[in-house]
């Protein structure tokens, strides 16, 4: 089988998956960058050297062969290109497509009413419906948004970001996090509105206030870097946060490998959030907003971590808390969290489930996954999302 898997470019999140694929296909594998990364995301450290990923072709460099390869391919995994051409001469080919997309209408799904939108979306989506095309969800909202314009009926399924894995044991694990009475929290990623920084620090006079013994470990930089640390100083709490500044994605991790509780307090807008991911690797146990894509998909509230609705800061505090008041008897998602990642939601499985799939998909049938990647979507509105991991019907 040939598979060739074409998105904008190749970055740290998207490497694991490759080089599962990789390993499984060999030449046969190829990952299709269509443009360059832009100064933004390359300042964030997400560049890669291209010259060490032996499966990477540039559209921009080599435009006929990778149109070739394209053409040839047995399967094509689309992204997101900025290349529809490119997509559509696939599509009506009637050969063994997939696409992947977080969801189409983060800011609220009543932008699906605009005439101009539902022609494009109609363009790109809904038209080969019928086609030998399915749609991976990358989060949990995505199949309620394609549902809401009629693309993919049935051939949506669970998918998502696999980060780099780590494997310990449950002694490692433990012995790994630090040991000074304390819980230690972390929060990484932009210091921007959307991720709601500000959420940690009103959270850390509020623990203080209640006399709880912590540390809380922020990693990233960003327009709101400055106010936050301001903040702190007036509040007193310097002595219980450290700031990191940028941090390269390794360090990331080690940091919370040492950390009992990872928080992640993005909104509606955030698509998937890998560092949910990063977190359950390391053990954390994870106080997650449900509004966040890979929330539903990976956490099972009260087992493997915890979720709070509608980006509410109480919900989250009061969850905190609760953490602190009963510890010995909740740490124990930190490992079923781990557990989660290790078993299931990791490129090497994602890498073999997909294979699995799309050579049943050549055969003409769609089989779906038990659990996990390339399981059924379920079409949830975003409103109803929380009530369903509350009541286990997701």
């Given at each position: 089988?040939?598979?060739?898997?074409?998105?904008?470019?190749?970055?740290?999140?998207?490497?694991?998956?490759?080089?599962?694929?990789?390993?499984?296909?060999?030449?046969?594998?190829?990952f299709i960058?269509?443009?360059?990364?832009?100064?933004?995301?390359v300042?964030?450290?997400?560049?890669?050297?291209?010259?060490?990923?032996?499966?990477?072709?540039?559209?921009y460099?080599?435009?006929?062969?990778?149109?070739?390869?394209?053409?040839?391919?047995?399967?094509?995994?689309?992204?997101?290109?900025?290349?529809?051409?490119?997509?559509?001469?696939r599509?009506?080919?009637?050969?063994?497509t997939?696409?992947?997309?977080?969801?189409?209408?983060r800011?609220?799904?009543?932008?699906?009413?605009?005439?101009?939108?539902?022609?494009?979306?109609?363009?790109?989506?809904?038209?080969?419906?019928?086609?030998?095309?399915?749609?991976?969800?990358?989060?949990?909202?995505t199949?309620?948004?394609?549902?809401l314009?009629?693309?993919?009926?049935?051939?949506?399924?669970?998918?998502?970001?696999?980060?780099?894995?780590?494997?310990?044991?449950?002694?490692q694990?433990?012995?790994?996090?630090?040991?000074?009475?304390?819980?230690?929290?972390?929060?990484?990623?932009?210091?921007?509105?959307?991720?709601?920084?500000?959420?940690?620090?009103?959270?850390?006079?509020?623990?203080?206030?209640?006399?709880?013994?912590?540390?809380?470990?922020?990693?990233?930089?960003?327009?709101?870097?400055?106010?936050?640390?301001?903040?702190?100083?007036?509040?007193?709490?310097?002595?219980?946060?450290?700031?990191?500044?940028?941090?390269?994605?390794?360090?990331?991790?080690?940091?919370?490998?040492?950390?009992?509780?990872?928080?992640?307090?993005?909104?509606?807008?955030?698509?998937?959030?890998?560092?949910?991911?990063?977190?359950?690797?390391?053990?954390?146990?994870?106080?997650?907003?449900?509004?966040?894509?890979?929330?539903?998909?990976?956490?099972?509230?009260?087992?493997?971590?915890?979720?709070?609705?509608?980006?509410?800061?109480?919900?989250?505090?009061?969850?905190?808390?609760?953490?602190?008041?009963?510890?010995?008897?909740?740490?124990?998602?930190?490992?079923?969290?781990?557990?989660?990642?290790?078993?299931?939601?990791?490129?090497?499985?994602?890498?073999?489930?997909?294979?699995?799939?799309?050579?049943?998909?050549?055969?003409?049938?769609?089989?779906?996954?038990?659990?996990?990647?390339?399981?059924?979507?379920?079409?949830?509105?975003?409103?109803?999302?929380?009530?369903?991991?509350?009541?286990?019907?997701?």
């Amino acid at each position: 089988m040939t598979f060739t898997f074409v998105s904008n470019y190749i970055n740290h999140h998207q490497i694991p998956l490759c080089e599962a694929l990789y390993k499984m296909l060999g030449e046969n594998f190829t990952f299709i960058q269509t443009m360059p990364m832009e100064e933004e995301r390359v300042a964030m450290g997400w560049s890669v050297d291209l010259k060490k990923l032996p499966y990477v072709l540039c559209l921009y460099e080599k435009e006929y062969e990778c149109l070739k390869k394209l053409a040839e391919s047995d399967v094509v995994l689309f992204g997101w290109t900025e290349r529809e051409d490119i997509v559509a001469a696939r599509l009506q080919s009637g050969r063994t497509t997939l696409r992947v997309s977080e969801r189409l209408y983060r800011e609220g799904q009543w932008k699906a009413v605009s005439p101009r939108g539902l022609i494009a979306k109609y363009n790109e989506h809904v038209k080969y419906r019928r086609q030998n095309v399915c749609m991976l969800c990358a989060g949990a909202y995505t199949a309620s948004d394609f549902h809401l314009i009629g693309a993919y009926p049935d051939k949506m399924f669970r998918w998502g970001y696999f980060t780099a894995l780590r494997k310990y044991d449950e002694t490692q694990l433990d012995a790994m996090k630090i040991q000074d009475g304390a819980l230690h929290i972390v929060w990484a990623g932009r210091f921007i509105p959307l991720k709601h920084p500000e959420y940690v620090v009103r959270l850390a006079k509020r623990l203080r206030d209640k006399g709880c013994r912590y540390h809380i470990h922020m990693l990233g930089d960003g327009e709101l870097e400055p106010s936050m640390k301001q903040e702190v100083t007036d509040l007193g709490l310097t002595g219980s946060f450290t700031f990191y500044g940028y941090t390269e994605p390794e360090k990331v991790r080690d940091v919370m490998e040492q950390c009992h509780i990872h928080l992640f307090t993005s909104n509606y807008l955030e698509g998937w959030g890998a560092v949910v991911n990063e977190g359950m690797n390391s053990g954390c146990v994870e106080v997650v907003n449900a509004q966040v894509g890979a929330a539903p998909y990976l956490i099972r509230h009260g087992e493997n971590g915890l979720v709070y609705p509608d980006g509410s800061y109480e919900k989250m505090e009061a969850l905190v808390e609760d953490l602190f008041a009963h510890w010995d008897d909740r740490k124990k998602m930190g490992w079923a969290a781990y557990e989660t990642i290790r078993d299931m939601w990791n490129a090497e499985h994602a890498a073999k489930e997909l294979l699995r799939f799309v050579c049943d998909l050549q055969k003409g049938r769609i089989i779906a996954a038990e659990e996990g990647p390339l399981s059924n979507a379920p079409v949830i509105r975003p409103g109803k999302m929380y009530q369903s991991m509350m009541d286990g019907s997701l």
